[in-house]
């Protein structure tokens, strides 16, 4: 895009701007992803995690940006004497506006997807079958929110011929404002699930706002089988269903589905166009099958004849919109993106590696060819190599034929090699050490193999968590409590067993208040980490109290010794204000103050200005316990008391208070106070199973592959003192997890199942430290690297919980650090 400021402030009805001639040529929502200074607009915008407004000076006096659209104007706006301010009534408005208009004025074919799962696999689908025709730009990822869209949209140029734009809603109402951004022509409806979400009163209507999408389309493409949505599309555009069962009026009628090796082959019936045609795709799900017809469609309305459909097909390839992040070797840490390899890719995968800088790391990308997206591959290298400049990458290396052949126009120092072959025959993991490592693949030379050589942990068992489903679990709470509530983030015991620094990374992102810890050795490394947000610890000792000033490190005060002694030091330190966390013992009984000792703890704070109160709170004991409902209401009681005595010594000060942990959120809104502390809700375990957290999504899952596979008669006795006993000709799978990796043995004797190839396997004999056997009878086709599930999909953790007799939080906090832990994006 390129608009004068003044033509932007016409477009979105602001005032004159007062330095008129300033060109605009990017947008920015979020000031942590500004590449380019010089023509970036800044929308402001307030958001649940966050407030664009407190980054306006910083991106003015160390960004450079210049140009500003905001609903009030900075009190300090005289300091900042050449830019411009928009101001508007809402600045998401503006952004919208600014999109459609730019939208409008394009020539662009759009093509706008919305549905329950699928969207980013049609679009990214119908962008390879499209693109040798027309130049296409799509929306990058999966940007399809209410800023994502927008800036999608915004990436029209003058050459665009079509658009294809994914739109994700969560809450009714959304969609009417996406679809008057987008106006779209074709409108695609992929599919609906069946989970209830909060905020939609039913499915039903969870799927006429979706389908608000097509309400000016001229074409409306959907699975004509399904009834739920062909009821739900408005009256208007025509009807392009398609079936797999004959369902009168659809316009494509697949006739044959035939799967073979890994390929399907579809057979299919155009009404309109009257023509039959045959094509073969390299999978076999259900769900590519589905999203290769719903892309057939498409193609079809679009006027592609069989012929060129049949040629493009068999080409396409899964969309993997996985982010890794892992340990490397030599204390390295690595983000694998195996996404699209297009300039927008690359330029949200900078962004989030960005968001993980830490002291301690040089920063390295390994790059793959990138996909030009019909654009003149000199410019893309040369935008990519501008880019990396701006990152201030240290590190880069190339890897595929098109980027050795323009190692020349990336920045100097760079490194390429025609093929993984050669780079893996050139360099050792030992040439890489304290790196943050990027790799970006492209779909034909993928970078796998490279990113397993950096690896730090190489063998198959992975406890793998989903950062999104963690975002949706604290979206889940927040949207429960008001939004001025704080929201502290228990990342203690290592979060849960997940692994700390990923998550904390991702809930300060998210806009999180706090994160807690148990002991000051899990903030110290935090810190390291380069989480920079405030941090509690809930057990402080005495014998470290350094680490806690260093570190600054919010400690919990328990006792009137303890705070004396961090008086005493913050003293020594000359440090005033210092913020503590009063604990209230409300009726746990562990730790923490009762009311006729807390005029004590009053008089010592009173006494000096070196720390402070910042809060005061207390925990609930028997929150998911209907039966103790009582006592849970005593100790509101008994806490508010305690918070009233304290803020009445403290008259002038702002002291907040919190006593709700996650269950306590969902069935006691009304006690949210200032905060709320989210622990094992953020891990996607329900406490209470009456509904109310239906929503929540396991954030883990724990797997491995079999290593071996035996046949063994009836009465073969299998491990250890011979405790598994064969009682019919049996198939037995070994599997390297044990003990030591945290499978209880408990879970042996066919106690637990694992999960293979979607069938329940229960073990046999012992647990060993290090392996343990499974039954894989009747299964065909097990194998040697099969992978089998302990627990995630489709074995709950609450489900080995139960057969523990424990509680999911011991069972996610005993896996063993020697498994390597690997986080993701969808
Ligand atoms: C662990 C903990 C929480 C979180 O409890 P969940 O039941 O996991 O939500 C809250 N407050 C304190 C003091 C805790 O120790």
Not at 52 to 79: E, K, M, Q, W
Not at 116 to 140: F, M, N
Not at 316 to 334: E, K, S, Y
Not at 509 to 530: T, W
Request: aromatic share 6%; proline share 5%; net charge negative.
């Amino acid at each position: 895009m390129d608009y004068s400021i003044s033509e932007i402030a016409r477009i979105i009805n602001a005032g004159s701007p007062a330095f008129p001639d300033h060109r605009i040529t990017s947008l920015l929502t979020d000031s942590r992803s500004l590449l380019d200074p010089s023509g970036t607009l800044f929308f402001a915008l307030r958001t649940p995690s966050g407030d664009g407004n407190n980054y306006i000076a910083s991106l003015y006096a160390h960004g450079g940006v210049r140009d500003f659209v905001v609903d009030t104007i900075p009190a300090d706006a005289s300091s900042m004497p050449q830019a411009n301010f928009l101001k508007v009534p809402s600045v998401i408005d503006a952004l919208q506006k600014l999109a459609a208009s730019h939208r409008a004025k394009s020539g662009a074919r759009v093509i706008a997807i919305t549905g329950s799962r699928g969207k980013t696999t049609v679009k990214e689908w119908l962008y390879r079958l499209i693109s040798p025709d027309l130049r296409v730009v799509r929306s990058p990822r999966s940007y399809n929110s209410q800023t994502g869209v927008p800036l999608s949209l915004c990436a029209i140029d003058s050459g665009t011929e079509m658009a294809i734009i994914e739109a994700g809603i969560s809450l009714p109402g959304e969609m009417d404002r996406l679809e008057s951004v987008i106006s779209p022509e074709i409108g695609i409806f992929t599919n609906i699930g069946a989970a209830h979400s909060h905020g939609f009163s039913d499915i039903a209507q969870k799927c006429r706002e979706k389908a608000s999408l097509m309400r000016r389309c001229r074409y409306a493409v959907y699975c004509a089988d399904n009834r739920l949505i062909s009821d739900s599309l408005p009256q208007g555009p025509d009807r392009v269903g398609w079936t797999r069962l004959d369902t009168p009026g659809a316009a494509l009628r697949i006739v044959r589905v035939s799967k073979a090796d890994g390929s399907s082959t579809i057979d299919y019936h155009w009404v309109p166009g009257a023509l039959s045609g045959q094509f073969t795709i390299p999978f076999t799900s259900e769900r590519d099958i589905e999203n290769a017809v719903t892309s057939l469609a498409v193609m079809l309305l679009l006027g592609t004849d069989p012929a060129t459909i049949a040629d493009r097909m068999p080409l396409l390839r899964p969309v993997r919109t996985r982010l890794d992040v892992a340990d490397g070797v030599n204390d390295c840490q690595m983000i694998h993106d195996t996404f699209s390899s297009g300039i927008a890719s690359l330029s949200l995968s900078l962004d989030f590696m960005s968001r993980r800088v830490t002291p301690d790391h040089t920063l390295t990308v390994i790059l793959g060819d990138i996909d030009t997206e019909g654009l003149p591959a000199a410019d893309v290298y040369a935008r990519a190599a501008a880019m990396l400049r701006l990152r201030h990458i240290d590190r880069i290396i190339g890897i595929g034929p098109e980027i050795n052949s323009r190692s020349s126009s990336l920045p100097a120092g760079s490194v390429t090699y025609p093929s993984v072959e050669e780079f893996l025959g050139s360099v050792t993991p030992d040439d890489f050490r304290s790196e943050l490592i990027l790799i970006k693949g492209s779909q034909d030379e993928p970078l796998g193999n490279v990113a397993r050589l950096l690896e730090k942990r190489r063998n198959g068992t992975v406890l793998e968590i989903n950062l999104d489903a963690v975002v949706d679990n604290f979206n889940f709470f927040r949207s429960r409590v008001r939004p001025d509530t704080g929201m502290v983030c228990m990342i203690k015991a290592s979060g849960y067993g997940a692994g700390s620094h990923e998550l904390a990374k991702t809930l300060q992102s998210q806009g999180a208040s706090y994160l807690a810890v148990a002991v000051h050795d899990e903030g110290v490394d935090l810190r390291q980490a380069g989480i920079t947000m405030p941090i509690i610890v809930l057990n402080p000792a005495v014998d470290d109290l350094n680490a806690i000033f260093d570190s600054h490190l919010e400690p919990e005060i328990y006792s009137v010794d303890f705070l004396r002694s961090l008086i005493a030091e913050a003293r020594r330190r000359g440090i005033k204000d210092y913020p503590v966390h009063i604990k209230i013992d409300s009726g746990m009984h562990r730790l923490g103050f009762r009311l006729d000792t807390l005029p004590e703890v009053i008089e010592v704070l009173r006494s000096q200005d070196c720390v402070s109160p910042s809060s005061i709170f207390s925990h609930l004991c028997a929150a998911d316990d209907p039966s103790e409902d009582e006592y849970t209401l005593r100790q509101f009681d008994y806490f508010e008391r305690c918070c009233v005595m304290l803020r009445s010594a403290f008259p002038g000060r702002r002291i907040l208070s919190h006593i709700l942990n996650s269950t306590g959120i969902t069935r006691f809104p009304g006690q949210q106070r200032d905060m709320v502390r989210l622990g094992i809700g953020l891990y996607g375990i329900r406490t209470m199973h009456d509904g109310s957290q239906d929503e929540l999504r396991p954030i883990s899952s724990l797997s491995t592959s079999v290593i071996s596979v035996k046949h063994w008669e009836a009465g073969t006795t299998i491990g250890y003192n011979r405790r598994g006993i064969l009682s019919r000709d049996s198939v037995i799978a070994t599997v390297p997890v044990g003990y030591a990796d945290g499978i209880n043995r408990h879970l042996g004797y066919g106690n637990a199942s694992f999960c293979v190839r979607g069938v329940l396997c229960p073990t046999v004999g012992s647990i060993c430290m290090d392996s343990c056997m499974i039954d894989v009878t009747g299964i065909p086709g097990v194998q040697p690297g099969d992978r089998v599930e302990i627990f995630g999909d489709s074995v709950p953790v609450e489900a080995i919980a139960d057969t523990l007799g424990t509680i999911p939080y011991e069972v996610l906090t005993s896996i063993s650090q020697r498994v390597k832990r690997v986080y993701y994006r969808e």
